[in-house]
């Protein structure tokens, strides 16, 4: 199978235990499970509504501010932003707000309002949604088309971790709606495949486009 990213090579190995293969892309690293496993729309909700996310709850925020704290000292304050797949949750956007966006929110289940396919943002922000994609570029595409001329995106999805082995074990993996995985190499590809740069990227989780 080639990589959906890149159109490399990749190399299948198989998880015994729930028996699900995954695809490893040679050349940009991005491992992706085989399309038998990818779900639809009802069966992904199941699994998100059992998300416990409380806007109120004081370590759900500060998530949200690790987040913010890495990636609003890169880019200009002000304007319009736009969190993308934000989930039943407003409070990334309304974090945003608090720190002087106009901001908008798109979740094709939780609230499926795309007057935003209409605007231009100066940052866009997606939190764990890329690895729920079954084509991260297309999407990613998508986004760019929705930037200004000087606008950012930033994204937390968590990073792969380096061998095979620490694959296996990693928590990350074991969300049935989790299909696809990355490394800063693999943003860097598809940065370089749609005209974006990665400006900011930190080893973990996060990395901002420009
Ligand atoms: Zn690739």
Redesign the pocket.
């Known amino acids: 199978m080639k990589?959906p990213?890149?159109t490399?090579d990749t190399t299948a190995f198989v998880d015994q235990k729930p028996r699900i293969t995954y695809h490893s892309?040679l050349?940009?690293g991005?491992i992706f499970k085989s399309p038998e496993h990818h779900h639809d729309f009802p069966a992904q909700k199941a699994r998100y509504d059992l998300h416990e996310n409380d806007p109120d709850d004081p370590g759900y925020r500060a998530y949200f501010q690790r987040f913010l704290d890495y990636v609003l000292p890169m880019v200009p304050v002000g304007g319009r932003a736009l969190d993308f797949g934000c989930g039943a949750s407003d409070l990334l956007a309304s974090m945003l707000t608090e720190a002087g966006y106009t901001t908008d929110r798109y979740d094709p289940i939780y609230h499926p309002d795309s007057a935003y396919v209409s605007q231009s943002y100066d940052l866009i922000v997606s939190t764990e949604v890329f690895e729920h994609l079954d084509d991260p570029l297309t999407t990613l595409r998508h986004l760019r088309d929705r930037l200004t001329p000087t606008g950012y995106i930033a994204l937390q999805t968590q990073f792969l971790p380096d061998t095979r082995e620490a694959f296996l074990d990693w928590y990350y993996r074991l969300d049935p709606t989790h299909i696809g995985f990355f490394t800063p190499r693999?943003f860097a590809?598809m940065g370089k495949l749609l005209g974006l740069r990665v400006v900011g990227e930190e080893g973990v989780n996060k990395v901002v486009m420009a």
């Open positions: 990589c990213i890149c490399s892309c050349s940009c991005y693999t590809v």
